[in-house]
């Protein structure tokens, strides 16, 4: 089997002509291995394509791999800055929350304590 035009259009009508072709030798007397001859050129084309595309498809998933690796390292850098930026801010609001409970019980304690 010769290789196939890239346009669609044009790859049907050769694969059409094939097939009635093998069609028209089998049933004017062909015999079966002409049909299984077609058959297995055409997986033979097909595991060709396979194979050649390998190498390609190893490549994408390397860099995939790698992608995925720098996003994990990016995804624990952003967790630990989260994590110091949360605890600071508790810290600043616990802080500011003391404040401000002394400076209402310091209020309260001149209240009660008037300075005479």
């Known amino acids: 089997m010769n290789k196939l035009p890239d346009d669609p259009q044009e790859r049907l009508r050769v694969l059409q002509e094939s097939f009635y072709r093998t069609l028209t030798g089998f049933f004017s007397g062909g015999t079966m291995d002409n049909t299984l001859l077609h058959f297995t ?13 390998l ?8 860099q995939l791999n790698e992608n995925i ?4 390292e990016s ?14 801010g508790t810290i600043i609001a616990l802080g500011s929350m003391l404040i401000a409970a002394l400076s ?6 001149k ?3 008037p300075a005479s």
Not at 69 to 72: F, I, L, S, T, V
Not at 75 to 83: M, Q, V
Request: glycine residues 6%; contains cysteine.
């Open 104 to 109: 209402v019980g310091l209020e309260y304690w």
């Open 55 to 62: 190498p390609v498809l190893n490549e994408q998933l390397v």
């Open 111 to 113: 209240y009660f304590h």
């Open 41 to 53: 050129e055409g997986i033979c084309m097909n595991l060709k394509k396979v194979s050649e595309s």
């Open 69 to 72: 690796k720098e996003a994990d």
């Open 75 to 88: 995804s624990g850098k952003l967790t630990s800055a989260i994590k110091n930026i949360t605890l600071w």
